[in-house]
């Protein structure tokens, strides 16, 4: 493999002095610059694949696990090698809205097949207020400004899930939200559900 300018032995040569490469009668020099410069071209196809390492459709298979790494996931090898680098570019698009209330739908959208309803506590602003509304279940009293659950939100689920689809549902939502907030999942027939 030779760069755009020639080998590295041959450039390497060039920025040996004249006066070295005239007193190597023994043959030593042209030995060592030889060694050196078909390592260095060997490396240099290293080197220009590398920006391949980064592109899903160009990569070995064996980096797609790092690269889901990257996006905070555990990819599973198991999966075949399509699948696996169908997940890593969803991962890609995801994270770009990963920490909004539309990342959290779509990620649990594209993993469940569920469409969710995201409700911020802070839609119970009007909230209940004395002599106007009855004290229940459902009550929410306004949290104000520097409470800590003007960081919780819901997530209702238009359908009853099993365990395993709650448990996923909880890591899907938990990598998808801002790191400061926290979350409660509702399904139908739950007291914190209607307000």
Known sequence: MTTEFGSFEQDMKKLVAELYSIEDSTGVMDVV???LGNQLDSFKGLVDDFTTIFDVDKCEAKYLPYLAHQFGWELDTNLTE????????LLMAIYREKGTKQGIISMIYLMLGITVKIRDINDYRKGWRIGVHRVGVNTYIWIGQKSILMYLFFVDSPCLLSDSQYRAMDILITWCRPIHTHHIITQPG???REV
């Open 82 to 89: 399509y699948l696996q680098r169908k997940i890593v570019k």
């Open 33 to 35: 610059l030889k060694a």
């Open 190 to 192: 739950d007291s914190r």
